[in-house]
């Protein structure tokens, strides 16, 4: 898609007053059901809606993309990260968002010996109290740090390395929600 047609989209959804968009930055360490531990850091990017239409909403569900990498706690060798949810955003005003959903992950990683490509399916839950808060209207910005309890299962490529995995990522977080008041 072209910068031009990115930027009408997002404008688009600005001026049409509804929306949840969302930049994170999180570091995850991660154990996995072997007791091995390692380490994720990504970089995401979300856009959504409000579920609600009557007021300032305080329900939102959105997409969010990942890019990142890490240590994988098996090997000891980098990976690169790539996943993909679906999250419900409660505005829990004044002080919290709290997030939850799905979620889709890549990973792909770099041993020398046997290259890996594992694939995961899991579940997390945030709670983000808010830093900063921005109230303009139709629109609020927050400003987010805290928590997020992550559950996965992850499937190998080749077969035979799948396992569980367990994290506790913390998120730093800005959140842009808008529905009319």
């Not at 890490?70 to 409660?90: E, K, P």
């Not at 740090?145 to 994290?167: H, I, N, Q």
């Amino acid at each position: 898609m072209r910068p031009r047609k990115i930027l009408l989209v997002l404008c688009s959804s600005l001026l049409g007053g509804c929306g949840a968009s969302t930049i994170r930055v999180e570091l995850a360490p991660t154990v996995d059901t072997g007791g091995h531990v390692g380490v994720e850091s990504t970089l995401s990017l979300g856009g959504g809606m409000p579920l609600d239409y009557h007021g300032r909403s305080h329900h939102y569900v959105q997409a969010l993309g990942s890019v990142g990498g890490g240590l994988d706690g098996r090997t000891a060798s980098g990976m690169f990260v790539a996943a993909g949810g679906f999250d419900y955003i409660y505005w829990a005003e004044p002080s919290l968002d709290v997030r939850f959903g799905a979620r889709f992950a890549y990973r792909a990683i770099q041993d020398a010996v046997s290259p890996t490509k594992l694939y995961g399916l899991g579940s997390h839950l945030a709670l983000l109290p808010l830093v900063v808060k921005g109230d303009s209207g139709w629109s609020v910005a927050h400003l987010c740090l805290g928590p997020e309890l992550r559950l996965e299962y992850l499937w190998s490529d080749p077969a035979g390395l799948g396992r569980g995995m367990f994290s506790l990522p913390l998120v730093l977080e800005i959140n842009a929600l808008m529905a009319g008041d």
